[in-house]
């Protein structure tokens, strides 16, 4: 890239920047300090509005960045990330979306804890969500970082590492100052933004191929050097029974995770009714859906158009296959039209990051200080100091991501988001739904199932070939790889709930009938909801 066009797209950035920074000013300005304002943005929110937020929330580099590398590199095998990212948002809307807002008010303890002995349960739930969601902090950081480094034609460490500390300090400034509602705003901005971007380039894809799918697909497969079977299931996760297991356990984590996401349950409470909230999802599923379908014409079109080998000589988890698909669509290299579209893609790309890093960092640092800290504190001090407590968490937050984030910075960052989606699945959902549907749960059932998810997940990823025993392992040097998969779903889903059930056979806690009757008429129909 040429300073001309680096200029330009460091403008774009710029003026993101600008009025996210200008929203979030004007919002700090207009809060009350409360609780409520802080995490929920007053509830003040409409369904189309909080729709477009959650759908902002979701579409995260890992989708725009990460999915459609994979599909660049991997054909039908990567498409299976987009596949699994949508047909989540079922369970979201048929299980959880209006039972969590009529049970809860910030954070996922606050639905188990309805009818549970809360500290315990809190410090579990709340140690949970601030795992995932630093855990889903990391892939940002890692994207962000590949895309500021393809920008500036620099690969080196400094480069991205500089990046990714940026990105963390305007994170911090975002919730630390705006809170919910400044985040929400500018997750509107952010899903209309990319929205916009990635329609904008399917069009380019299909006006290239004449409209054709057909030829596109054709185009890709013989560019990608594997023939037919880039079209057909199996080049990633097919070469033997582990690959296959991997895939299934993948699968599993990206169904089922999405429900124990503390960034997206914590979209429900935005809304002032149960009903707000289901009609939140379906405005998101509609805009999501649209998104993922876009994004597989953006993954083979990146296999056809730039090709594969260019893909990874760029980046080598495939991350920067959108925007060089762009610079390819504009022009090319030493072409306006090339570097402008280049630097808009980048720039919605950024601007995608600082929205999804500033959602996961309220939804963890309400964690700290709603579940752990006041837990801890056995519920002393106003609100006010608690909302002071998680601007504190935000900082400290930050700082973890960042740390993470430099360390993974080779990992494809939908794999990476693989991850989180598996923790999320293995330990806060089992609570979720045993709260909401076992009558006969148990305090000792709530700890164990997240407890019993949330150790085997970690553990199994830190002896998977993840963290060593191959080349793209984060230490390759090294070789504790006793897990042979990358994804641990597949085990640590079904310990998750079996340690729920174990502890609560084994509890000798009665449950209380009365709580599970008051919980249970209202989630369903909303009487006494906050």
């Known amino acids: 890239m040429t300073g001309q066009h680096q200029t330009l797209a460091f403008v774009l950035f710029s003026a993101f920047v600008a009025v996210t920074l200008g929203i979030t000013t004007w919002v700090s300005r207009r809060r009350h300090g409360s609780a409520e304002e802080f995490y929920a943005g007053g509830r003040l929110f409409s369904p189309m509005e909080n729709g477009f937020a959650i759908a902002g929330d979701y579409m995260s580099a890992a989708s725009f960045l990460g999915v459609t590398g994979l599909i660049a ?28 807002r009529n049970c809860g ?53 400094a480069a991205q590492a ?5 990105v963390g300090a305007l994170m911090v400034i975002y919730v630390s100052l705006g809170g919910m509602r400044a985040t929400t705003w500018i997750q509107i901005v952010k899903a209309v933004l990319l929205l916009g971007g990635t329609i904008a380039l399917t069009v380019l894809v299909l006006l290239r191929f004449h409209g054709d799918l057909d030829r596109l697909l054709v185009t890709a497969a013989e560019r990608s050097g594997h023939g037919d079977a880039f079209l057909a299931p199996g080049l990633r996760y097919g070469g033997d029974w582990t690959a296959r297991f991997d895939f299934i356990s993948l699968g599993l984590a990206l169904v089922l995770g999405t429900a ?49 080998e260019a893909v990874r000589d760029s980046n080598a988890a495939g991350n920067t296959a959108v925007p060089l698909l762009a610079l390819d669509l504009g022009g090319g290299a030493d072409s306006t039209g090339g570097a402008v579209l280049f630097a808009i893609v980048a720039a919605v790309a950024f601007a995608t990051i600082l929205a999804v890093v500033a959602g996961i960092t309220l939804a963890s640092s309400a964690s700290v200080a709603h579940d752990l800290y006041a837990s801890l504190r056995r519920g002393r001090g106003p609100a006010r100091s608690e909302v002071t407590v998680a601007r ?139």
């Open 392 to 530: 504190f968490a935000a900082v400290g937050i930050g700082v973890i991501a960042i740390a993470l984030g430099l360390l993974a910075r080779d990992l494809n960052v939908a794999f990476l988001v693989g991850l989180a989606f598996a923790v999320a699945a293995s330990a806060n959902l089992p609570v979720l739904l045993y709260s909401l549907f076992w009558r006969g749960f148990t305090t000792r059932g709530a700890v164990w199932a997240v407890y019993g998810g949330l150790v085997p997940a970690l553990g199994l990823v830190v002896l998977s070939p993840v963290v060593s025993g191959s080349p793209g392992s984060l230490f390759p040097a090294v070789d504790f790889q006793y897990f042979p998969l990358e994804n641990p779903g597949i085990v640590s889903i079904p310990l998750g709930f079996l340690a729920g059930w174990l502890g609560t056979v084994t509890s000798d806690e009665v449950p209380d009938e009365a709580k599970y009757a008051e919980t249970e008429v209202r989630s369903l129909t909303g009487a006494g909801a906050v």
């Open 73 to 100: 590199l991997f054909g039908y095998d990567g498409l299976l990330y987009a596949v699994g990212f949508l047909v989540a948002w079922l369970v979201v809307l048929f299980l959880v979306a209006e039972l969590v």
């Open 162 to 166: 500089w990046t990714v500390i940026g």
């Open 105 to 157: 008010r910030f954070t996922l303890a606050d639905v188990v804890a309805a009818r549970m002995n809360e500290r315990p349960v809190r410090i579990a739930a709340g140690t949970s969500s601030v795992t995932v969601s630093v855990l889903y902090l990391v892939a940002q950081m890692v994207g962000a970082g590949s895309l500021v480094a393809l920008l500036l034609g620099r690969t080196g460490a």
């Open 260 to 308: 124990g996401l503390p960034h997206i349950l914590s979209r429900f409470y935005t809304v002032p009714t149960a009903r707000a909230a289901r009609r939140s999802v379906v405005w998101s599923i509609g805009l999501i859906g649209g998104f993922y379908l876009m994004t597989l014409v953006l993954g083979f079109g990146a296999a056809a158009i730039v090709g594969p």
